[in-house]
């Protein structure tokens, strides 16, 4: 289930809980609805039906997967524009190839992120390899959605490759939880990650029976998104399965439990835990294009449709095909 492991035994631990914190409250547990994206690729929608005022400045996450793939199934998305934020994509499983028209792109393989800005605007396509596509075989992994403020809408396009290797690893205070961190900060750790706006995203395996207590910014809201297992979240002992999203209150740590006994499809509770400064701007998307007024947002497509947003370039990698 997932491609970075490690010893927790030998790992840095987060410190546990103590006199004084608050442990954040469970507001609303979401099941998250199925859907299609790009090419025709299963995802689950994690934060659709969300007031925007509990996920700010995340605007969505696509549970991309899990799918075993048969030879010349695999999908991706076509030449497609962005404008106004940053994706954040994280493979567990199969590989993805990604170019845009500003220069970045290359293979994002299992346990690695991507990171895009978006920013004043660009063209890029995410594509299975042909390797992938002629064989098939499993494909699983989360795309992110991070708002920018008004002050950074228009900021140039940037391209991070994060290779599985350096994410952060730590363990919980018991030595029994995984913690991957991919952006921002846990207990003085930091993660690789480059972000225009603070948050925090951590891949948390939790050990049947265990129990994960994680120091959390108070400014920041509080997500936790099962990808496989169940267990429970919150002080509250609030029921979690794999499809379900936490919605956190206010406080500065956040809790959940693994159940002693997982299904058999994962060894563990798996689960995506996100946080993030709240902008607190006007927000109106458009398909890829998230601008703060419906002029910008006109004036957004206008420009896609002049080529303001470049084209797609002369060496482009395109949907392979099977034959």
Do not use: C
Not at 108 to 124: F, R, V
Not at 152 to 168: G, V
Not at 182 to 211: K, N, Q, R, Y
Not at 260 to 279: N, Y
């Amino acid at each position: 289930m997932a491609a970075v492991t490690a010893d927790t035994l030998t790992l840095p631990r987060v410190k546990g809980a103590t006199l004084g914190d608050v442990d954040r409250p469970v507001l609303a547990v979401n099941t998250a609805p199925a859907g299609l994206e790009g090419e025709g690729f299963p995802v689950r929608r994690t934060m659709a039906g969300i007031d925007y005022k509990h996920l700010d400045p995340f605007i969505m996450m696509d549970h991309m997967g899990e799918v075993d793939y048969a030879a010349g199934e695999p999908k991706g998305t076509p030449w497609h524009p962005h404008r106004g934020f940053e994706t954040v994509t994280y493979l567990v499983e199969g590989q993805f190839i990604h170019q845009d028209n500003h220069g970045g792109g290359g293979v994002i393989t299992e346990g690695a992120t991507q990171w895009m800005t978006a920013g004043s605007g660009l063209m890029h396509i995410e594509t299975p390899p042909e390797s992938l596509v002629e064989a098939g075989g499993l494909f699983h992994g989360f795309q992110l959605w991070v708002n920018l403020p008004a002050k950074d809408k228009f900021l140039a396009p940037k391209y991070q490759p994060l290779e599985a290797s350096q994410i952060t690893l730590l363990a919980s205070a018991d030595g029994g939880s995984l913690l991957r961190v991919i952006a921002g900060e846990v207990d003085g750790h930091t993660g690789p990650g480059s972000t225009f706006t603070p948050i925090t995203l951590v891949h948390a395996s939790v050990m049947p029976g265990g129990e994960l207590s994680l120091p959390w910014q108070p400014t920041y809201n509080g997500l936790a998104y099962v990808m496989a297992g169940s267990g429970t979240v919150g002080p509250q002992r609030t029921a979690i399965r794999a499809g379900q999203l936490a919605v956190f209150g206010g406080g500065d740590r956040i809790s959940m439990t693994a159940d002693a006994k997982q299904d058999s499809r994962t060894s563990s509770l798996e689960v995506i835990l996100l946080g993030g400064e709240p902008i607190r701007e006007p927000m109106v998307q458009y398909g890829p294009f998230v601008m703060n007024t419906r002029a910008e947002l006109q004036q957004t497509l206008d420009d896609f449709n002049a080529g303001r947003l470049g084209v797609i370039p002369p060496n482009a990698i395109m949907p392979h095909v099977s034959r």
